[in-house]
């Protein structure tokens, strides 16, 4: 007899052919799923490379465990028996498998089922997104509401949150954030600089680089910026942390216990943004007016005390009240976004990465919408 034999990490495969045209398929060893197992490719080789057999028969006396990886060999190999017309002999195979077997192919697979994909019209595709939106926005809604409670009940003392949780927010959210806030908005404050500069001084006006950077700063770039930095530290550490909490069914157990998960863990975080962002964005604005008046003094070899002069006649109160309303609005929905992801994310160690990303998204457009809508409001109101 001439016999082929392949082996792999788990099973071994030979193919011997008898004298009688029947070609013997030897099982042996563990048949495992996880590792690489022998293909039926095998033995397709070998029935090309000769006369084709009548009979096909298998030999599993040397067979130690086998799982799904073996069932998955064996209905190939039936499969390529009967398109090359091969009788197959199977009652050499343990009982169990020989009827998983004929279980497999009780219900044969229907032709081309693996090749089409279900095609879905546009309309519907339509409607599954609004949905998808329209429940958002419901679960946003509920969540927003119960958050005013807890703000409620915090107004009258009676909400059920560690201060010491108060207080770490607030240092994650103010001192812990002034260098970023300190890189960016001097370098914001510097870009605007240079954008007025190289138009202002071809008509003479450099000194008006004062008025555009101290403008620019305390009525929109001071906000903005100071809220896109805390939607991608803040806002996402919040997502994360939530969403961790969620995993590990922390949140479950406060619920049991009687505890509003709303009051304990959202209601320090949101507060904590709401009452810093107003500070970071006064501090944003001034940072940025000296990246300005770094410019106007190094570049445009401006005065600094007529720059700075210019600057403090520029700046009305209302253009800085301003300011601080966007960004305690900021700061409100940053918070908002960050724990609603974490509240949503689900069970799994990617679904933690997922309310992440999705809070720093939420966040950022939410916060661009609300920056519109206070253009809009002030224009209406001639501020």
């Given at each position: 007899?001439?016999g082929?034999?392949?082996?792999?990490?788990?099973?071994?495969?030979?193919?011997?052919?008898?004298?009688?045209?029947?070609?013997?398929?030897?099982?042996?060893?563990?048949?495992?799923?996880?590792?690489?197992?022998?293909?039926?490719?095998?033995?397709?080789?070998?029935?090309?490379?000769?006369?084709a057999?009548?009979?096909?028969s298998?030999?599993?006396?040397q067979?130690?465990?086998?799982?799904?990886?073996?069932?998955?060999?064996?209905t190939?190999?039936?499969?390529?028996?009967?398109a090359?017309?091969?009788?197959?002999?199977?009652?050499?195979?343990?009982?169990?498998?020989?009827?998983?077997?004929?279980?497999?192919e009780?219900?044969?697979?229907?032709?081309?089922?693996r090749?089409?994909?279900?095609?879905?019209?546009?309309?519907?595709?339509a409607?599954?997104?609004?949905?998808?939106?329209?429940l958002?926005?419901g679960?946003?809604?509920?969540?927003?509401?119960?958050?005013?409670?807890?703000?409620?009940?915090?107004?009258?003392?009676?909400?059920?949150?560690r201060?010491?949780?108060l207080?770490?927010?607030?240092q994650?959210?103010?001192?812990n954030?002034?260098?970023?806030v300190?890189?960016?908005?001097?370098l914001?404050?510097?870009?605007?600089?240079?954008?007025?500069?190289?138009?202002?001084?071809q008509?003479?006006?450099a000194?008006?680089?004062?008025d555009?950077?101290?403008i620019?700063?305390?009525r929109?770039?001071?906000?903005?910026?100071?809220?896109?930095?805390?939607?991608?530290?803040?806002g996402?550490?919040?997502?994360?942390?939530?969403?961790?909490?969620?995993?590990t069914?922390?949140i479950?157990?406060?619920?049991?216990?009687?505890i509003s998960?709303?009051?304990?863990?959202v209601?320090?975080?949101?507060?904590?943004?709401?009452?810093?962002m107003?500070?970071l964005?006064?501090?944003?604005?001034?940072v940025?007016?000296?990246?300005?008046?770094?410019?106007?003094?190094?570049?445009?070899e401006l005065?600094?005390?007529?720059?700075?002069?210019?600057?403090?006649?520029?700046?009305?109160?209302?253009n800085?009240l301003?300011?601080l309303?966007?960004a305690?609005?900021?700061?409100?929905?940053?918070?908002?976004?960050?724990?609603?992801?974490?509240?949503?994310?689900?069970?799994s160690?990617?679904?933690?990465g997922?309310?992440?990303?999705?809070?720093?998204?939420t966040?950022i457009?939410?916060?661009?919408?609300?920056?519109?809508?206070?253009?809009?409001?002030?224009?209406?109101?001639?501020?």
């Amino acid at each position: 007899m001439n016999g082929v034999q392949v082996t792999s990490e788990q099973g071994k495969v030979s193919f011997d052919r008898t004298e009688d045209n029947t070609l013997m398929v030897r099982l042996s060893g563990p048949w495992r799923l996880g590792k690489d197992i022998p293909s039926t490719v095998l033995l397709t080789q070998v029935l090309d490379a000769g006369s084709a057999p009548q009979r096909l028969s298998f030999d599993t006396a040397q067979l130690t465990h086998w799982d799904s990886g073996l069932l998955a060999f064996l209905t190939q190999a039936s499969e390529i028996c009967r398109a090359r017309g091969i009788v197959e002999d199977r009652t050499s195979l343990p009982v169990g498998l020989r009827r998983l077997l004929e279980l497999a192919e009780a219900v044969p697979e229907k032709k081309g089922a693996r090749s089409k994909v279900a095609r879905i019209s546009f309309f519907e595709r339509a409607g599954n997104v609004t949905l998808g939106y329209g429940l958002s926005v419901g679960e946003f809604l509920a969540f927003l509401g119960e958050l005013s409670i807890a703000f409620g009940k915090f107004f009258r003392g009676k909400a059920r949150y560690r201060k010491v949780d108060l207080l770490e927010a607030i240092q994650q959210c103010g001192a812990n954030a002034v260098g970023i806030v300190t890189l960016i908005s001097f370098l914001v404050g510097v870009i605007l600089a240079f954008m007025g500069a190289v138009q202002l001084s071809q008509f003479g006006a450099a000194i008006y680089v004062a008025d555009l950077v101290g403008i620019g700063m305390v009525r929109e770039m001071g906000a903005m910026m100071t809220a896109i930095i805390m939607s991608g530290r803040t806002g996402a550490a919040f997502a994360a942390k939530l969403g961790t909490m969620k995993v590990t069914q922390e949140i479950d157990a406060l619920t049991t216990m009687g505890i509003s998960p709303l009051e304990f863990l959202v209601l320090p975080r949101v507060l904590a943004l709401v009452l810093m962002m107003p500070l970071l964005c006064l501090y944003a604005d001034f940072v940025g007016i000296l990246g300005g008046a770094f410019v106007g003094v190094s570049m445009l070899e401006l005065a600094a005390r007529s720059y700075f002069q210019e600057t403090i006649s520029t700046l009305t109160f209302t253009n800085l009240l301003g300011g601080l309303v966007k960004a305690t609005v900021y700061g409100a929905l940053i918070g908002v976004a960050g724990c609603l992801r974490g509240f949503q994310c689900g069970t799994s160690s990617s679904a933690v990465g997922d309310a992440t990303t999705q809070a720093v998204v939420t966040s950022i457009v939410m916060v661009v919408v609300a920056c519109g809508i206070f253009a809009v409001v002030f224009n209406v109101l001639k501020i």
